[in-house]
Nanobody
Framework: QVQLVESGGGLAQAGGSLRLSCAASGRTFSTYAVGWFRQAPGKEREFVAVASASGIGIAYADSVKGRFTISTDNAKNTVYLQMNSLKPEDTAVYYC???????????????WGKGTLVTVSS
């Protein structure tokens, strides 16, 4: 079992930055692929970024590519999402997830945090 707790959400202005953190406990974090997903009000949950267990494989949604960066610190059992050049359409609840597959598909993630709200004002 893996428990995930997100932090770092809040209010930012368009063009600003936030860094989300996801602290993991339980089984060794480094054996899982880890990802970020988000859900805006009235919309379905969507893929944001994912890193493979080795950290070599990384993928981003087209909507965040070049603005967001996912990174992991296995010593701290933590995954980060650095979000730059924020846009109002980035407003959503952001979820951290972990699973056995390097995938963009939320259904293939086994463990989820409860989410952290990011609000970007124009």
């Amino acid at each position: 079992q893996v428990q995930l707790v997100e932090s770092g959400g809040g209010l930012a202005q368009a063009g600003g930055s936030l860094r989300l953190s996801c602290a993991a406990s339980g089984r060794t974090f480094s054996t899982y692929a880890v990802g970020w997903f988000r859900q805006a009000p009235g919309k379905e949950r969507e893929f944001v970024a994912v890193a493979s267990a080795s950290g070599i494989g990384i993928a981003y949604a087209d909507s965040v590519k070049g603005r967001f960066t996912i990174s992991t610190d296995n010593a701290k059992n933590t995954v980060y999402l650095q979000m730059n050049s924020l846009k109002p359409e980035d407003t959503a609840v952001y979820y951290c997830a972990a699973g056995g597959l390097f995938t963009r598909n939320a259904n293939n993630m086994n463990y989820w945090g409860k989410g952290t709200l990011v609000t970007v004002s124009s």
